[in-house]
């Protein structure tokens, strides 16, 4: 089992920037792709951001190309979305997951494990 535990989320403006953490705890990270996804009021879970075991490879959507960077800290089993130029349309529900692999993961049903979940919102 993985337990995962997000952080970081909150209220700001169209133009902020907010960095989320997520916190793992019960098995080795480094052994684990992650994924960052989000789920807006009224819409499914999208991936917003992958990341493979060690960092070296990243994947990023559209929507959020060139804005939010995800990285990892394996030595403090920590995975991070730092998000720049937040938008209005970036309110969502944000969570990390984890799956049993190495490489990055890019189908929600890959993913193993959930955090609960931290709300962010952009006002304009």
């Known amino acids: 089992q993985v337990q995962l535990v997000e952080s970081g989320g909150g209220l700001v403006q169209a133009g902020d920037s907010l960095r989320l953490s997520c916190a793992a705890s019960g098995r080795t990270f480094s052994n684990y792709a992650m994924g960052w996804f989000r789920q807006a009021s009224g819409k499914e879970r999208e991936l917003v951001a992958a990341?493979?075991?060690?960092?070296?490879?990243?994947y990023y959507a559209d929507s959020v190309k060139g804005r939010f960077t995800i990285s990892r800290g394996n030595a403090k089993n920590t995975l991070y979305l730092q998000m720049n130029s937040l938008k209005p349309e970036d309110t969502a529900v944000y969570y990390c997951a984890a799956a049993s692999n190495f490489g990055i993961r890019l189908n929600r049903a890959e993913y193993d494990y959930w955090g609960q979940g931290t709300q962010v919102t952009v006002s304009s």
């Open positions: 990341i493979n075991w060690d960092g070296g490879r990243t």
